[in-house]
């Protein structure tokens, strides 16, 4: 569809302001208004009497004008128009604020539609500035989109009817006609016009299985078509497995779940093919040493290997475990944003002569001028902080290099499958040994004296622990942190109280420079406490820490609990999570529980998905996909396997889309996976 080469502005009645409100809406081209699906819709076909209208829920009511609008000016300089609708059986009052068009658009002894809110006061029902349609010629189902600021609903809907009359007649249609055949789908043109002006439900239905399905299925083609890479050849082959050599270098023993992971990966990278596979581990599961066997590989195999992290902080323990980890005889460098300059310059000539055999670091990796000399293997960890596009983007540093991907987030086995389609899946599934369960207490704020006493009784001992804040300083971004805590002012309060222990603090506004310096003191031992935001949230690993204290434990969700509370158990000591709450909701108690409950992370990914349900799960790009606008992957499970298959055999017999009949598709595979990158 080449509406999507033609800008917004081109539409009737869509100026230059307008369009900049779309945009900000991330609506740019026609194409994209057309895709702009509604939120929501009006159902006005089966509207009710006055009577069955209930007072609170928003109905649509047919009945008569008994009178012209009359209008009376209220204080402020308004103006205010009332009439009165029946339907024979009872009586029903208007009111609209400010709109002098009303008497002529209400005529007396005509019907209509009214769509609005219902009230009741003691004596008579009524609606304030109701919608309404002559009864004549009502819609059936109106759309509701998402607006903005000065572009209304209504306003959208006006352009999209505009747009619609734009489609050409022969409008090409990126599923090809056998697929829409075999799976009962529509045309892609009535999809378009039914999902925004549907004439019925069914047809909405209808139009919704549509672009459910292609949505799905672009998106299962884009995933497969990476994992199409494995097909090919790959010229990076380790000839010789050195593992038995690395284990000799660790301090520790690996677990069967470790080893099994590293002897799947091994087999991947023996086999002469390019390895496309997740590691999923539980928190504390081991999962560096598994990356850190690889790369070691990769070196002793005359190789390069890249990581990823999510975080400046993350990267630097990343690398300081792995140096350690791999011995001196193998070259590991740091790279970051931070990095001075002429430390920059270096590594960047090393690693383009082959000098440095593993380059941690975070997005900064990806900067233009980061070249490899022979990049083999590309790892990115905590997976679902990057995007698809990121891990490609790294992994077009080499010729077709290994990827292998690291994810704390466990999803059920057959879902990962599914929207992970390009990736081969290995688990670890066991916690190195020696690991004692994390004790967890849900307590209310009057108890946080007794905890930070709990606290002391272990700094004396010289153990560790973590206070984690929600804010940083007490003037919140509204100016009203009410009663949450700020970590500058908790850091401040507990220097008085607690005199002898050394209290440092860090949060995400802090110089990486800064942020380093506490960690590193922390990590060493030369600090007690750490009072956080969640910034230590992703994989911080220092095992002497063993109290997790966490405040106004009732706004986070479970799976940020989960990895909060990962943060101790790391070492042989016994560590006690604490959760300060005095939240009294449901739903906020159930998620406390849980995590007294069960330390299982796949088990608590199971609850945190019945809690917060599947849209809030996958809207919130946990899982580094590309946004869906219409599929929700949970309840449209039965598409989602139907695709799958779909794209599985499309591609079977054409691997790149290179048929004149899937340049749409190609089109649309192209789209979907450059959008997560614009925003
Ligand atoms: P995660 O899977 O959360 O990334 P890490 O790789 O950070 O876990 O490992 C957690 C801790 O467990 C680290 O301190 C690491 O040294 C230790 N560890 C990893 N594997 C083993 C093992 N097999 N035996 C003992 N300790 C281990
Ligand atoms: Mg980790």
Request: charged share 25%; glycine share 8%; aromatic share 6%.
């Given at each position: 569809?080449?509406?999507?080469?033609?800008?917004?502005?081109d539409?009737?009645?869509?100026?230059e302001?307008?369009?900049?409100l779309?945009?900000?809406?991330?609506?740019?081209s026609?194409?994209?208004?057309?895709?702009?699906?509604?939120r929501?819709?009006?159902?006005?076909?089966?509207?009710l009497s006055?009577?069955?209208a209930?007072?609170?829920e928003?109905?649509?009511v047919?009945?008569?004008?008994?009178?012209r609008?009359?209008?009376t000016?209220?204080?402020?300089?308004m103006?205010?128009?009332?009439?009165?609708i029946?339907?024979?059986e009872?009586?029903l009052?208007?009111?609209?604020?400010?709109?002098p068009?009303i008497?002529?658009?209400?005529?007396?002894?005509?019907e209509?539609i009214?769509?609005?809110?219902?009230?009741?006061?003691?004596?008579?029902k009524?609606?304030?500035?109701?919608?309404?349609?002559?009864?004549?010629?009502?819609?059936a189902i109106?759309?509701?989109?998402?607006?903005?600021?000065g572009l209304?609903?209504r306003?959208?809907q006006?352009?999209?009817?505009?747009a619609?009359?734009?489609?050409p007649?022969?409008?090409k249609?990126?599923?090809?006609?056998?697929?829409?055949?075999?799976y009962g789908?529509?045309?892609l043109?009535?999809?378009?016009?039914?999902?925004?002006f549907?004439p019925?439900?069914g047809?909405?239905?209808?139009?919704?299985k549509?672009?459910?399905?292609e949505?799905?299925?672009?998106l299962?083609l884009?995933l497969?078509k990476?994992?199409?890479?494995?097909?090919?050849?790959?010229s990076?082959?380790?000839t010789?497995?050195f593992t038995?050599?690395?284990?000799?270098?660790l301090?520790?023993q690996p677990?069967?779940?470790q080893?099994?992971?590293?002897g799947?990966?091994?087999?991947?990278l023996?086999?002469?093919?390019?390895?496309?596979?997740?590691?999923q581990?539980?928190?504390?599961?081991?999962?560096?040493a598994?990356?850190?066997?690889?790369?070691?590989?990769?070196?002793?195999?005359g190789?390069?290997?890249?990581?990823?992290?999510?975080?400046e902080?993350l990267?630097?323990?990343h690398y300081?475990?792995?140096a350690s980890m791999m011995g001196a005889d193998?070259?590991?460098?740091?790279l970051?944003s931070s990095?001075?300059?002429a430390?920059?310059?270096e590594?960047?000539q090393?690693?383009?002569?082959?000098?440095?055999?593993?380059?941690?670091?975070?997005h900064?990796?990806?900067?233009?001028?980061?070249?490899f000399h022979?990049?083999?293997l590309?790892?990115?960890d905590?997976?679902?902080?990057?995007g698809?596009?990121?891990?490609a983007?790294l992994?077009?540093k080499g010729?077709n290099p290994h990827?292998?991907?690291?994810?704390?987030t466990?999803?059920?086995?057959t879902?990962?499958?599914m929207?992970y389609?390009d990736?081969?899946?290995s688990?670890?599934?066991e916690?190195?040994p020696g690991?004692?369960?994390i004790?967890?207490?849900?307590?209310?704020?009057?108890?946080?004296?007794?905890?930070l006493?709990?606290?002391?009784?272990?700094?004396?001992?010289?153990?560790?622990?973590y206070?984690?804040?929600?804010?940083?300083?007490?003037a919140g971004?509204?100016?009203?942190?009410?009663?949450?805590?700020?970590?500058?002012d908790?850091?401040?309060?507990l220097?008085k109280?607690?005199?002898t222990?050394r209290?440092?603090?860090?949060?995400?506004r802090?110089?990486?420079k800064?942020?380093d310096?506490?960690?590193?003191?922390f990590?060493?031992?030369r600090?007690?406490?750490?009072v956080s935001?969640?910034?230590?949230?992703?994989?911080?690993?220092v095992?002497?820490a063993?109290?997790m204290?966490?405040?106004?434990a009732e706004?986070?969700?479970?799976?940020?609990?989960h990895?909060l509370r990962?943060r101790?158990g790391?070492g042989t000591?016994?560590?006690?999570?604490?959760?300060?709450s005095?939240?009294q909701?449901q739903?906020?108690?159930?998620?406390?529980?849980?995590?007294c409950?069960?330390?299982?992370?796949?088990e608590?990914a199971d609850?945190?998905l019945k809690?917060r349900?599947?849209?809030d799960f996958f809207?919130?790009?946990q899982?580094g996909?590309?946004?869906?606008k219409i599929?929700?992957?949970?309840e449209?499970?039965e598409?989602?396997?139907?695709?799958?298959?779909?794209?599985?055999?499309?591609?079977?017999?054409?691997?790149?889309l290179?048929?004149?009949?899937?340049a749409g598709?190609?089109?649309?595979?192209?789209?979907?996976?450059?959008a997560?990158?614009?925003?």
């Amino acid at each position: 569809m080449s509406l999507y080469g033609k800008p917004i502005q081109d539409l009737k009645g869509v100026g230059e302001k307008r369009a900049r409100l779309f945009q900000k809406l991330g609506v740019f081209s026609v194409g994209a208004l057309l895709r702009f699906y509604p939120r929501a819709y009006e159902d006005l076909s089966r509207p009710l009497s006055i009577r069955e209208a209930c007072p609170g829920e928003v109905s649509a009511v047919r009945a008569t004008v008994l009178q012209r609008p009359a209008e009376t000016r209220i204080r402020g300089g308004m103006t205010l128009y009332k009439c009165t609708i029946t339907d024979g059986e009872s009586d029903l009052f208007l009111t609209f604020f400010n709109n002098p068009y009303i008497k002529n658009l209400l005529k007396a002894g005509e019907e209509y539609i009214f769509y609005g809110k219902v009230t009741a006061s003691f004596l008579k029902k009524e609606m304030a500035s109701p919608e309404f349609f002559p009864a004549a010629d009502c819609p059936a189902i109106r759309p509701v989109y998402r607006q903005t600021e000065g572009l209304s609903s209504r306003l959208i809907q006006n352009a999209v009817k505009n747009a619609l009359l734009l489609l050409p007649s022969e409008i090409k249609d990126p599923l090809p006609e056998p697929l829409r055949t075999r799976y009962g789908l529509c045309s892609l043109r009535t999809a378009l016009e039914e999902i925004h002006f549907p004439p019925s439900q069914g047809a909405l239905l209808r139009a919704r299985k549509r672009l459910v399905f292609e949505e799905l299925f672009v998106l299962q083609l884009g995933l497969l078509k990476m994992k199409g890479r494995a097909r090919c050849e790959s010229s990076l082959r380790f000839t010789q497995n050195f593992t038995p050599d690395f284990y000799r270098l660790l301090p520790f023993q690996p677990t069967g779940a470790q080893q099994r992971a590293v002897g799947e990966a091994m087999m991947d990278l023996q086999s002469g093919r390019p390895m496309n596979r997740l590691v999923q581990g539980d928190v504390g599961s081991g999962k560096t040493a598994v990356a850190a066997a690889l790369c070691y590989n990769a070196a002793c195999n005359g190789f390069q290997s890249a990581l990823m992290a999510p975080t400046e902080l993350l990267a630097r323990q990343h690398y300081q475990t792995l140096a350690s980890m791999m011995g001196a005889d193998i070259q590991v460098a740091l790279l970051t944003s931070s990095t001075p300059a002429a430390e920059k310059k270096e590594i960047l000539q090393a690693l383009a002569q082959g000098g440095i055999s593993l380059l941690v670091g975070t997005h900064a990796l990806l900067s233009e001028q980061v070249a490899f000399h022979r990049l083999a293997l590309v790892i990115t960890d905590e997976q679902h902080r990057f995007g698809v596009e990121q891990r490609a983007a790294l992994a077009a540093k080499g010729d077709n290099p290994h990827l292998l991907v690291m994810s704390a987030t466990p999803i059920p086995r057959t879902l990962a499958l599914m929207i992970y389609g390009d990736l081969d899946l290995s688990i670890l599934d066991e916690l190195p040994p020696g690991r004692q369960k994390i004790e967890t207490y849900a307590i209310t704020s009057e108890k946080r004296l007794r905890a930070l006493g709990y606290l002391q009784k272990h700094i004396d001992r010289g153990l560790q622990g973590y206070i984690i804040c929600p804010m940083i300083d007490n003037a919140g971004e509204d100016g009203a942190a009410g009663d949450r805590k700020s970590v500058l002012d908790y850091a401040q309060r507990l220097r008085k109280l607690m005199p002898t222990a050394r209290i440092g603090h860090l949060h995400g506004r802090m110089k990486p420079k800064e942020k380093d310096a506490v960690m590193d003191e922390f990590a060493a031992g030369r600090l007690d406490v750490l009072v956080s935001t969640t910034v230590v949230e992703v994989g911080v690993d220092v095992p002497n820490a063993v109290i997790m204290m966490i405040e106004n434990a009732e706004r986070y969700g479970l799976s940020q609990l989960h990895q909060l509370r990962g943060r101790v158990g790391r070492g042989t000591e016994k560590s006690t999570c604490i959760l300060v709450s005095d939240a009294q909701n449901q739903e906020a108690v159930t998620r406390l529980q849980t995590m007294c409950r069960t330390s299982n992370g796949f088990e608590i990914a199971d609850e945190d998905l019945k809690l917060r349900g599947p849209g809030d799960f996958f809207g919130s790009r946990q899982h580094g996909l590309p946004e869906l606008k219409i599929a929700n992957m949970m309840e449209n499970m039965e598409a989602l396997k139907q695709a799958q298959q779909a794209a599985q055999e499309l591609l079977r017999t054409d691997p790149g889309l290179e048929e004149k009949a899937h340049a749409g598709l190609r089109a649309e595979v192209a789209r979907l996976f450059t959008a997560m990158n614009g925003n």
